[in-house]
């Protein structure tokens, strides 16, 4: 993912075992995919109950981590629990105490709406009664009922992102991970998916976010943890993570990368010079 | 950039090679069989040449025929086009439209059938190595017909594919790209009559004959005329060569243009058409089957069954089975007796058409991994529609065969072979499909494009799918085909019985052991269609 892979601290800190009482705990995850190695030891605890951002430039790893954390992707090293449970050894029961939304995968896009959600319901094992009130709920919060009957495949990619948000939350898990959720998603929707994680957060759930929107991360979550070159760089608390700074300032900080320079003078000039 | 076109196209080609050791080697293997194959046909053009040379055109006519032929229509039909260098992708990149045709059409030429059919086309014409004027003209006709070739290939699939997005056009389309598979059968026909009408002489001379008649004729086609050129110039026949030449120079100035027309519609509709925006009320097949993980895969199976183009064009070719079949039958002399190979042709067909579902799926896979449905449930999901859906319509194709033939006695060998041909394949493609996926039309795209570089993956996984269900169904293949062409009632019976329990035997070990692979595998299936972007 990055070429930053700088090696591993040369004489490891003792890894303190998983964390069983964590939504989600992460100890020494790795993956190489050929030459490349995307995630080098990655150890994160995501507390119960808490609304966790994870943030990073492009290709720092973050999807790689989820993937392995969601049980799509199985890593090279190191173990994910799932409130206790660990996923790679047990992935049903795990599984089914998380919804996903990956990103960059595609939908059944041939379904409806509303054939989605019903199908991702069932799959889930919830019965019939169950599913279509739920399904009728999140086509409500997300503001889909005059799509419910339209092709996803028609969708646009706002409500593409809503649909399958939708789908991982309909048999109420306990954790929530979410792989970019407000990618291309318009402001009023946003702000309505807020209030629900919001609302499932206070009664409980754990949300994990993915986002290289600093700021939002900075107002919406509880938990950050900076990743950059397949290594947590920062975790903890967002205030405890920012300190006096802002969270887009620490992170510049703590990535680097920043140029001061005068490059591609030729660009502002194109009007003039054609 | 007509040169960049082509170079960037054997970077593509030379990284094919890098990608995986698999695709290297069937690489490799394709192109020494392209060459084994190229070398015989050369020789044996030559040594017929200096044999007999008129005779040899003939051959060489009617042969290249249908090789330009196999071109215009395969692509349609089966694999769909190389689209590794998708027109689409420059449309960014304000390349005007006459470089961009140029440069793809030589460009068409790097791939290896391309390079086989270009390196036979130029070799068959060393069969005039005698008559100097003669092989100029065959060197012509040569790069003639590879042109023709390659642009009618891609002029057919750029006009044909907006239709074929459209669901409504797509039956018509099919049954239109019948039409000359159906004329094989009076071609032959003709040719077998040919045949008899010169009996009286030798075999050779009479097979002679008949080649000479069907030469001409085909000379005169759009698909024969380029080879034909050669013969023309033999004869002596300066008026029938002009003619020809036109012929040729017409039928590729035409498809040009129609290409031309097609690329230039293609480049400023928005990708994946046929979005009517059409609605379905309710749940469909979600409401009617049990509300369990089993019953939503069905019902999700079935749905993509209908309305999936891909799955769609892959069914079109059942119900048109009887139609080929009794128009085949008709023309040949072997009547009705060829619709008997309807029931099992049609059960093998449907239970090929899930030997790659995960592929179909893509990357919404995806879904069926986070939720972490079991293999039991995604394989039988999988089956059990096409089983329900495919049961019925074979037995009816098994009766209908048997009254069309007139051959009520084969109803039990024939119901035999088609139950072991049902569950045999459909149990192989449950097992295979777990383990060998390979890239195929994305979701939306046309169902008659080929993805890149995969062509031998796509052999691989389908040969052995092919290969193993064909090992398993030999004994009941065997029995049946002795019980049905003997004929011998005791040995259909026996073929009934042998076909049941073969079929039910390797559907239920077959989704078993892909149930197995599925659950030891799940996340490599999903990052192996991951790959696939």
């Keep these: 993912m990055s070429d930053q892979t700088g090696p591993p601290p040369a004489t490891p800190a003792p890894v303190p075992p998983p964390d069983l009482a964590a939504a989600l705990s992460l100890r020494g995850l790795w993956k190489r995919f050929g030459q490349k190695i995307a995630v080098a030891g990655v150890d994160l605890d995501v507390p119960t109950g808490s609304f966790f951002g994870l943030v990073g430039p492009n290709g720092a790893g973050k999807t790689t981590s989820l993937s392995m954390a969601t049980g799509l992707l199985r890593p090279d090293f190191g173990t994910v629990h799932v409130h206790g449970t660990d996923l790679w050894a047990q992935p049903e029961r795990a599984k089914a105490e998380l919804g996903v939304l990956p990103d960059g995968v595609r939908l059944f896009d041939r379904l409806t709406g509303a054939q989605l959600l019903t199908y991702a319901g069932l799959l889930r094992g919830l019965d019939r009664d169950t599913v279509a009130e739920r ?56 702000a309505n998916i807020r209030d629900i994680l919001h609302g499932y957060v206070d009664d409980g759930g754990t949300v994990v976010v993915s986002s290289h929107v600093m700021d939002l991360v900075q107002r919406m979550c509880s938990h950050v943890a900076i990743i950059a070159g397949g290594h947590v760089l920062a975790a903890g608390t967002v205030s405890d993570v920012r300190g006096e700074q802002s969270l887009e300032d620490r992170f510049v900080d703590l990535v680097g990368g920043r140029r001061e320079s005068e490059g591609l003078a030729w660009l502002r000039s194109s009007s003039a010079s054609s | ?251 590729l100035a035409l498809a040009w243009v129609v290409w031309d027309r097609a690329l230039a519609r293609e480049l400023v509709t928005p990708h994946g058409g046929g979005s009517s925006s059409a609605a379905a009320k309710g749940l469909g097949w979600f409401g009617r089957l049990p509300a369990t993980p089993l019953g939503a895969v069905a019902a999700r199976t079935a749905t993509y069954w209908v309305r999936d183009p891909r799955y769609a064009a892959s069914i079109a070719m059942v119900p048109l089975l009887p139609l080929v079949l009794l128009a085949v039958g008709m023309t040949n002399g072997a009547g009705g007796g060829l619709l008997l190979v309807m029931a099992p042709l049609a059960a093998w067909l449907l239970g090929f058409g899930i030997s790659n579902d995960v592929g179909y799926d893509n990357t919404a896979f995806a879904l069926h991994v986070a939720t972490g449905t079991p293999g039991r449930v995604d394989r039988w999901g999988r089956v059990l529609p096409v089983l329900a859906g495919g049961a019925p319509l074979c037995v009816a194709f098994a009766l209908v065969g048997c009254a069309v033939a007139g051959r009520w006695d084969a109803l039990p060998a024939l119901l035999g072979l088609t139950a072991g041909t049902l569950g045999a394949s459909l149990g192989i493609s449950s097992a295979v499909s777990a383990r060998l996926v390979y890239p195929v039309p994305k979701p939306g795209e046309s169902p008659f494009k080929s993805p890149q570089g995969a062509t031998m993956a796509t052999m691989v996984a389908q040969m052995a799918t092919m290969g193993i269900t064909l090992a398993v169904s030999l004994p009941t293949l065997a029995l049946a085909l002795t019980a049905i062409l003997l004929p011998q009632a005791a040995l259909g019976w026996a073929a009934l019985g042998v076909g049941l329990v073969t079929g039910v035997l390797v559907l239920l070990l077959g989704v078993r052991w892909g149930a197995r692979t599925y659950d030891r595998r799940l996340p490599e299936l999903l990052q192996q269609v991951m790959a696939f972007g």
């Design chain 1, 135 to 190: 399904t009728e709920d999140l086509l409500q919060a997300m503001d889909l009922v005059g799509d419910r009957d339209t092709f996803v495949v028609d969708y646009s990619a706002g409500m593409t992102k809503k649909i399958g948000l939708a789908s991982a939350m309909i048999h109420a898990p306990r954790v929530l991970v979410l792989d970019e959720p407000f990618e291309a998603v318009d402001p009023v929707s946003a």
């Design chain 2, 1 to 251: 950039m007509v040169a960049q076109l082509v170079r960037l196209k054997l970077t593509l080609l030379a990284n094919t090679f890098r990608r995986s050791v698999w695709q290297t080697i069937g690489l490799v293997v394709g192109s020494l069989y392209g060459l084994g194959v190229l070398v015989l046909v050369v020789a044996a053009a030559i040594v017929g040449g200096t044999a007999d040379p008129a005779l040899t055109g003939h051959v060489v006519t009617v042969a290249g025929a249908l090789v330009v032929l196999a071109w215009w229509v395969v692509p349609v039909f089966a694999f769909g086009v190389d689209a590794t260098l998708d027109p689409r992708r420059f449309v960014t990149f304000a390349i005007p439209r006459r470089t961009l045709l140029a440069g793809l059409a030589l460009a068409g030429l790097v791939s290896i059938p391309a390079a086989v059919t270009t390196l036979g086309a130029l070799g068959v014409s060393l069969a005039w190595w005698r008559q100097p004027a003669a092989l100029l003209a065959a060197l012509v006709g040569g790069v003639l017909a590879t042109a023709l070739c390659l642009v009618g290939s891609r002029a057919a699939t750029t006009a044909l594919a907006p239709l074929l997005d459209s669901r409504r056009y797509r039956e018509v389309v099919a049954i239109a790209a019948v039409v000359p598979l159906v004329l094989v059968g009076p071609a032959f026909g003709w040719l077998a009559d040919g045949v008899e009408v010169a009996a009286g002489g030798s075999d050779a001379d009479a097979l002679g004959a008949a080649v000479a008649t069907l030469a001409q004729v085909v000379g005169w086609t759009p698909l024969g005329a380029p080879w034909a050129l050669a013969s023309a110039v033999h004869d002596g026949a300066w008026a029938l060569l002009v003619a020809r030449l036109a012929i040729s120079l017409g039928t």
